[in-house]
């Protein structure tokens, strides 16, 4: 099947350790993002991609990192975690070829991270 | 600074009644804007999105009503259902940059 698999669904980390989450997508789309979801915060934008080996700072970076060395994989890391309740990471992907189609993002299921 | 703002933050509509979202922006870069459905503990998923050159799109009962010298657009979910019970996003996009701004979100709960 074609989409954006993100992986692992749940995980629980202790605070101050490192904690990378997977995003992998078949649908050869050019650009991918990582996003964050708070209760009553919407959709907050964390990096973006839009070519292998490019990357650039959302709204929310600081105390994230990602990478891009191939174009169906940007994996992100949360650098020293930080104690929270529980929050919703979601990666997405847009192929970037124009049109409304080209614009449409998609969005994998997304990943809980919890840290104790 | 918020650059889509979106209202009401929850709705509560009976089976059968519309359900009507709005979103307004301030950037006139943006270019596309779309909406986005999502349920509990998963991931958003496109619902309907149009540009700036037409002021209504329909598909099904979901319109999309756009103002462009008013910079608003609204989302209208006619003969609503409890399966439309979810959160719903606006967004915008400018196409030079890649980046989706959303909305915060509005939480439409609709009783049978």
């Known amino acids: 099947d074609g989409g954006i698999t993100q992986s692992p669904k749940y995980l629980f980390r202790k605070e101050g350790q490192n904690v990378t989450l997977s995003c992998e997508q078949n649908?050869?789309?050019?650009?991918m993002y990582w996003y964050r979801q708070d209760p009553g915060q919407g959709l907050r934008l964390i990096y973006y991609s839009q070519i292998v080996n490019d990357f650039q700072k959302g709204d929310i970076a600081e105390g994230y990192s990602v990478s891009r060395e191939k174009k169906e994989s940007f994996p992100l890391t949360v650098t020293s975690a930080q104690k929270n309740p529980t929050t919703f990471y979601l990666c997405?992907?847009?192929?970037?070829?124009?049109?409304?189609?080209?614009?449409?993002?998609?969005f994998g299921e997304g990943s809980w991270l919890t840290v104790v | 600074q918020q650059q889509v703002k979106q209202s009401p933050q929850s709705l509560i509509v009976q089976k059968g009644g519309i359900s009507i979202i709005n979103c307004a922006y301030e950037n006139t870069a943006f270019d596309y804007f779309p909406w986005y459905q999502q349920f509990p503990g998963k991931g958003p998923a496109l619902l309907i999105a149009?540009?700036?050159?037409?002021s209504e799109k329909k598909e099904g009962r979901f319109t999309i009503s756009f103002n462009k010298s008013a910079k608003q657009f609204s989302l209208h979910i006619m003969d609503s259902q409890p399966g439309d019970s979810a959160t719903y996003f606006c967004?915008?996009?400018?196409?030079?940059?890649?980046?989706?701004?959303f909305g915060k979100g509005t939480l439409l709960t609709v009783n049978p």
């Open positions: 649908l050869n789309h050019d650009a």
């Open positions: 149009i540009r700036p050159d037409v």
């Open positions: 967004a915008a996009l400018s196409g030079s940059n890649y980046k989706l701004t």
């Open positions: 997405a992907s847009q192929s970037g070829t124009g049109g409304i189609s080209g614009n449409t993002i998609y």
